[in-house]
């Protein structure tokens, strides 16, 4: 009886353990990221044009973030969006679980190319990394399949520990306010 005891003791004190140091991996973790997820991390241009992290969804068994975005008070956008353990920035879509978008590739070097799709279709961007320091990485795409847009380029840079660099005005990650 005694011994029973003694195992439900030590494996009710053992779980709140295991929690802090999964809690504080994670807080370290998203400190590193070019693109922190935690619900409740915002990004604000003011207060009709904002994105945040909402929720949770699992994707092809894997765990997704939804980000809601308001733009301009009547337009709103939903991505589901992960980090995966190559370090690279994917979008999934809940009725198209096979189908995965690639926004970044943190760990690539400079002129590093791959595809957001990697189909050959139309919507497919080739994209390459133009720019790597220690806290930001820019990517440039470019619609190499859609003969209209071939060449006219746009460029996307993220930052360590903020995400996306859009020019914000107020951005709170992992509930701090970083400006």
Known sequence: MKTSYLMYLLVILAIPSCKMKKAAVQHVAAADSFMPMQIGNRWAHSAS???????????DKKLYYKFY???????????????????????????????VYTHAKFNANVNDVF?????????????????????????????????????????????????????????KVNGKIIK
Do not use: C
């Open 49 to 59: 044009s904002y994105t945040e992290i909402k929720d949770t969804v699992r994707i």
């Open 69 to 99: 975005s308001l733009v301009g008070g009547d337009a709103t956008d939903i991505k589901y969006l992960r980090i995966d353990e190559q370090n690279q920035l994917l979008e999934g879509y809940p009725d198209q679980p096979g189908v």
């Open 115 to 171: 595809f957001t799709l990697n189909d050959k279709s139309t919507n497919d961007y080739q994209v390459k990394l133009v720019e790597k320091t220690a806290d930001r990485r820019t990517f440039e795409f470019d619609m190499v399949n859609q003969p209209n847009l071939k060449g006219s380029t746009h460029r996307v840079s993220y930052l360590k520990g903020v995400g996306l660099d859009d020019g914000w005005k107020n951005i």
